[in-house]
């Protein structure tokens, strides 16, 4: 586009008023009186966004609300008028124009400003105060689609005959429904008849941006619901609409810094390498075109066309890619790299937006669970595309709480809380939480649609408060691990439920719970504590042992039992526990730990009397060469239910000691706070150690006759590698980048693990939920396991930013991957991103070097199998836990190679889409016949080279 000047397009984001700071637009319409072309009429909008019910960012004539009134409340210089309105008549106009048009080649281009936002027609919000326009017509909507209707009138009557292809495009997505607090004002475009006058225009494609943030909703027709996102567009005849993957659109900001339209040396940068506003004005295309103070880097597209095919190229500006700290030494056998992430949009300081994740081996699409919204959202990791740049991936939201209440009559929903797809690819499996917390839960299974999609088949009763759902890796059974958490405390009455372990039978079609009433007895319930296993104080086992998550072969599984510091090992083909078995505790007087949250350093030590409980959260399993081993991500995890709290906060710098007072301010030089497990309400225990929640490690168990057998922990290797890694941030929390700040309580708290292997080796990935990041151990000979990597792409500028707070993995192995590399998904709690790695062995890796010195102290534990005296402990029948049946991750591997299905389409118009970053670009293709009278000479001309990243 060398021949025209550069257009910048106007968007929301410009704030609307700010549309003075674009120049050189052609054909630039304006307001009433002032155009030979046709008069635009000026459009008071009312709507003021409604995230924190006060925003009025988004309109130029906004209602007041009683209290701003009442006192005279002034926003941007502004106070209300005496009809209890905020009036910006500065804005008016520039709210009001910005629509213009041009050709090229034989394009006619138009770009429409649907960056204000109308008012009303707003069901949702029509009773809230805080939104008093929502309950207006949808007259402000209809007026700005009259003027768009003029834009396209002057555009198709001023280039008749010229052209053969015309596109529009837009800020706002206005044929999009995305799932964010401001719906109304996509909404009110279409109920106010965009599509129609794209129809009227015989438009080909429509293309917006900014879905606030990314796109992730379903391309409309007629209001209802046209083609799958990024998959297959039905209608071909029609006009079509794309929302390309972006924060802020495929549009054109003012790329200065600041407005300086005669001497600005810097910005922007210019497609032939040159800088600077004076070689802008010469008409020459920007690179990139990123707006300055962006959030988030937005996307721009490049159009070609060649012959009767015309492509966009949505190029990603999606950021540097993250890499693993050991990549390409010789020391570390897999180099990680970030490739893609997914953002919901929303981010929690407590978590549980993005939490789960599990990728369908047989159609490309990941599903992760929005805990913040309820909904399931389909990824299409298949559209990855790799570049110079993370690529930043579309989703679909999937209402699962709507289709669980259409059809399980007398369940009341609660809770989305996991999900796992089975080996074959046919089938995804949903635990659904019921809103009584004693009440049973549900599984839902539904049939995997080709385009992520989703169709109900049916729902199985569990056991309450399902918190972990998987297949076995012959999909002939689903498991759940049902928590039965006391969500009311213990007093008054409350009920503890019973936690239970939910085993489905696919073939026969029977759900089975399995408890823990066989250990009920005095004797046995004294056996376990005996063994370590940590129970409270008069309670029984069957209603205090609380299943988190399990790790399943065909024959036997193996379920953690977080609270109580234990692992259960379950055949299933009897559907007996054959075994309840202590995790085992991290001895902190021989591996050393940083509890000091005070001295802003990585200072371990050790403490004769102080053991680490490690209640282990996630579990997975392999087998070598016929022995099953079990891995877990040792979290640690209190009780708060009700008034009941078994935390025991003891702050030094008070004068205050451990429990048994043998570590004081003055034997230890600790001066902060640190977080003791209130051993005094719980068996299990030995009354002259001081505990603390978690083991800040992850351990491999060999599962044998006898039980399990230790054979691993990474001991004070993950506070050791983080404090060089990340020195700044060591153990950080996941929503305070303060170094130290959870120190005192848990560290680094590996929270997920999954296996997979890569090339001939097997690697365990752990999550570290607080600091965040990935730590990865080549576990391929439980003899010698040994640290591979780490990787974190978290964003410490910020205290939220990044991929933040890993909760959920997911391995996705070479020969079932979308492009036959391997990946780590990894779903990101605080943040609210799902983060994508490949994952490659190290060409550079020379097995005979070791670890290198990385700065750790003597004393870390790495090789260390501490033991404090206990052992693994016994329960239960006698009986060998089984095998794992050749499974080779902690998720639903099975080793086998699913079948695949595809998207095949017959249509004369084909659509190809497959997100990318920049350096290689999103393509979307369309052939299409146009009408005779339109046909131009076609001007081959290929523009991709000359963009650059």
């Known amino acids: 586009m060398s021949s025209i000047a550069y257009a910048p397009a106007v968007g929301n984001h410009d704030r609307h008023y700010m549309f003075e700071d674009h120049f050189n637009l052609p054909n630039e319409m304006s307001v009433a009186g002032m155009d030979e072309n046709g008069a635009l009429a000026q459009v008071k909008t009312t709507f003021r966004g409604q995230n924190n019910g006060t925003s009025q960012s988004h309109g130029n004539y906004i209602q007041a609300t009683a209290d701003e009134i009442a006192n005279s409340s002034e926003s941007n210089g502004v106070t209300p008028n005496a ?3 905020y009036d910006f008549t500065e804005r008016r106009e520039m709210e009001t124009k910005g629509n213009y048009y041009y050709l090229y080649d034989n394009v006619l281009f138009v770009t429409l400003n649907t960056g204000a936002y109308p008012g009303g027609n707003d069901e949702e919000n029509a009773g809230n105060a805080s939104v008093p326009s929502a309950a207006k017509d949808n007259s402000e909507a209809e007026a700005m689609v009259d003027n768009f209707r003029t834009t396209m ?5 001023e280039y008749a005959g010229q052209y053969q292809w015309l596109i529009v495009t837009h800020h706002k997505s206005t044929q999009t429904v995305a799932k964010h607090a401001a719906d109304s004002d996509i909404e009110n475009y279409v109920d106010a008849g965009f599509e129609k006058v794209m129809d009227e225009f015989d438009v080909d494609f429509v293309l917006g941006g900014h879905d606030h943030v990314y796109s992730r909703s379903y391309v409309l027709k007629d209001g209802a619901r046209n083609a799958e996102r990024l998959d297959n567009y039905h209608d071909p005849d029609g006009t079509i609409y794309l929302t390309g993957n972006c924060c802020s659109d495929m549009q054109y900001y003012t790329p200065f810094a600041s407005v300086d339209k005669t001497n600005n040396a810097d910005y922007p940068v210019l497609a032939d390498g040159t800088t600077g506003s004076q ?3 010469k008409g020459k295309l920007p690179i990139g075109n990123q707006e300055w103070n962006q959030e988030y880097s937005p996307s721009y597209a490049v159009f070609d066309v060649t012959g009767n095919e015309i492509s966009v190229h949505v190029y990603n500006l999606g950021g540097a890619k993250t890499a693993g700290t050991e990549n390409g030494k010789v020391s570390a056998s897999l180099n990680l790299t970030q490739e893609g992430r997914y953002d919901a949009g929303m981010t929690n300081a407590d978590g549980g937006v993005m939490e789960i994740v599990d990728y369908n081996t047989a159609t490309g699409w990941a599903y992760a669970i929005n805990g913040q919204t309820g909904n399931l959202t389909a990824i299409p990791m298949k559209t990855l595309a790799a570049g110079e740049n993370v690529d930043l991936l579309d989703g679909n939201d999937i209402d699962v709480k709507s289709m669980i209440e259409a059809e399980c009559e007398g369940f009341t929903y609660g809770d989305m809380t996991s999900v796992a797809v089975s080996a074959d690819g046919t089938k995804l499996a949903a635990a659904i939480q019921a809103a009584g917390y004693a009440d049973s839960g549900r599984v839902a299974l539904f049939t995997c649609n080709a385009d992520g999609t989703l169709t109900y088949d049916k729902a199985y009763e569990t056991g309450t408060q399902p918190d972990m759902v ?9 498991l759940t691990a049902n928590e039965g958490e006391p969500r009311e405390g213990y007093e008054g009455g409350a009920t503890d439920p019973a936690g239970t372990v939910t085993v489905i039978s696919l073939a026969d079609d029977k759900a089975v719970n399995i408890g823990f009433e066989a250990y009920d007895s005095t004797e046995a319930r004294q056996a376990l504590t005996d063994a370590g296993i940590v129970l409270k104080k008069g309670s029984v086992p069957s209603a205090d042992l609380e299943p988190e998550y399990i790790a399943a072969g065909n024959s036997t599984a193996y379920v953690t039992l977080q609270e109580a510091n234990a692992i259960a090992a379950i055949d299933l083909n009897s559907l007996k526990v054959t075994g309840i078995y202590s995790a085992g505790y991290e001895d902190y007087s021989t591996v050393a730990v940083d509890i000091d949250k005070k001295d802003e350093a990585y200072d371990p030590k050790t403490y004769g009397s102080l053991r680490g409980i490690r209640m282990p959260d996630s579990i997975a399993l392999y087998s070598v060469d016929g022995t099953d081993y079990v891995v877990t991500a040792n979290e640690g995890d209190s009780r708060e239910w009700g008034d009941y709290l078994n935390e025991d906060e003891r702050d030094f710098k008070d004068g205050q000691t451990s429990p048994t007072g043998k570590i004081t301010e003055e034997n230890s030089g600790l001066t902060g706070k640190v977080v003791f497990f209130d051993s005094s309400d719980h068996d299990g225990l030995d009354a002259n ?3 603390l929640f978690g083991g800040r490690s992850f351990t491999v168990y060999e599962a044998d006759g006898n039980g399990l057998t230790e054979v691993f922990d990474s001991g004070s290797d993950f506070e050791a590698k983080t404090a060089v890694y990340v020195p700044e941030n060591f153990n950080c929390s996941n929503d305070d980048k303060t170094i130290d700040d959870r120190s005192g309580k848990k560290g680094p708290e590996s929270e997920s693990v999954t296996l997979g292997t890569v090339g001939e080796k097997t690697y365990a990935f752990v999550g570290l939920e607080r600091v965040g990041g990935v730590m990865v151990y080549d576990i391929t000979d439980p003899a010698h396991i040994s640290f591979a990597n780490y990787i974190n792409s978290r964003d410490y500028s910020e205290d939220i930013a990044g991929d933040n707070s890993p909760e959920g993995l997911c391995f ?15 779903a990101c709690e605080v943040s609210g991103t799902v983060a994508v790695y490949s994952a490659a062995a190290n060409t550079a890796y020379d097995p005979g070097t070791g670890n290198p010195d990385d700065g750790q102290k003597p004393g870390d534990g790495e090789d260390e199998n501490p033991d404090d005296g206990q052992k693994p402990g016994t329960g239960g029948e006698d009986q060998k836990p089984g095998t794992a049946d050749s499974q080779t991750g902690g ?18 118009l084909y659509l190809l889409l497959a997100l990318a970053a920049a350096g290689s670009a999103t393509a979307v293709i369309v052939i299409r016949r146009r009408k005779a009278q339109q046909k131009a000479n076609i001007l081959s001309q290929d523009r991709t080279d000359k963009v650059k990243a």
């Open 83 to 85: 009809e209890g309105q």
């Open 153 to 157: 009138n002057a555009a198709v009557s």
């Open 279 to 281: 070689e802008y004005l």
């Open 470 to 478: 998987t297949f076995t890796p012959d999909d002939s059974r689903v």
């Open 689 to 691: 150690l001081d505990y």
């Open 812 to 826: 996705i192995p070479a020969g079932e991957s979308w492009d036959g590399n391997a990946y780590l998904v990894a």
């Open 891 to 908: 998720q639903n591997t099975s080793g086998k190679k699913a079948a695949r299905t595809g998207d095949g389409s017959n249509y004369t």
